[in-house]
């Protein structure tokens, strides 16, 4: 199946600095790329969608400005969280899809805001 | 109400039992449904897709009722290593929407 992997694996970072996580899928163009939040013991919610080079399309109650997502390749989207505070602190993972319905997860990111 | 409800267990279950889980969803213009599992700390991996038809794969079978809007996963003979968290899924318009997981864990 499609790989899609994602860098760093883990962060810790402290109050009020920034963090770029990078998403890639490895063997296959990706039209479209998804990012989803995870807190514990919840489920995966949607962030963003975001289709290479146009803006990205933010869901309800997530504040474009402190997440930041650039599609600038058909194989790599980055999100930045800026002043990222402690509740920013979750398990984020994105996915790709290659033109089909199936989506590719990758490994996901897990952010600890100290 | 959730789009995607379902129950969050866990549910403790010996070797070689059948287990079922149940998903309810809001939306009835949702497209296509899948179950996914998700290991602790990990990325949700895809288990099969839902048809009304039903389905089934190895000692795993998916349901789906539009009528209802209700879908179901069945695991017969269960693993030790089927214990995980299994998501329901329902895909509206190209976006993937997930239910909060049932957490399955299975005993010797």
């Known amino acids: 199946g499609a790989v899609v992997s994602q860098h760093p694996s883990w962060v810790i970072c402290k109050s009020g600095t920034s963090v770029k996580i990078e998403c890639r899928s490895l063997d296959f163009q990706a039209t479209t790329m998804f990012w989803y939040r995870q807190f514990p013991k919840q489920s995966l919610m949607l962030m963003a969608t975001s289709n290479e080079g146009s803006k990205a399309t933010y869901e309800q109650g997530v504040e474009k400005d402190k997440f930041l997502i650039n599609h600038a390749s058909l194989t790599l989207s980055t999100l930045t969280v800026t002043s990222a505070h402690p509740e920013d602190s979750s398990f984020y993972i994105c996915?790709?899809?290659?033109?089909?319905?199936?989506?590719?997860f990758g490994p996901g990111t897990r952010l600890t805001v100290t | 109400r959730k789009e995607v409800e379902q129950d969050p267990g866990p549910f403790n279950v010996p070797e070689g039992a059948t287990v079922a889980f149940n998903c309810t969803y809001s939306n009835s213009a949702s497209q296509s449904f899948f179950w996914y599992r998700q290991d602790c700390r990990k990325e949700p991996k895809l288990l099969m897709s839902?048809?009304?038809s039903g389905n089934e794969d190895g000692r795993f079978t998916a349901q789906l009722n539009r009528a209802s809007q209700y879908i179901s996963l069945l695991i017969r003979d269960s693993k030790l290593s089927d214990s995980a968290t299994y998501l329901c899924?329902?895909?509206?318009?190209?976006?993937?929407?997930f239910g909060q997981g049932t957490e399955l864990s299975v005993k010797p």
């Open positions: 899924v329902v895909n509206q318009g190209g976006k993937l929407i």
């Open positions: 996915s790709a899809n290659d033109r089909g319905y199936e989506q590719y």
């Open positions: 839902v048809y009304s």
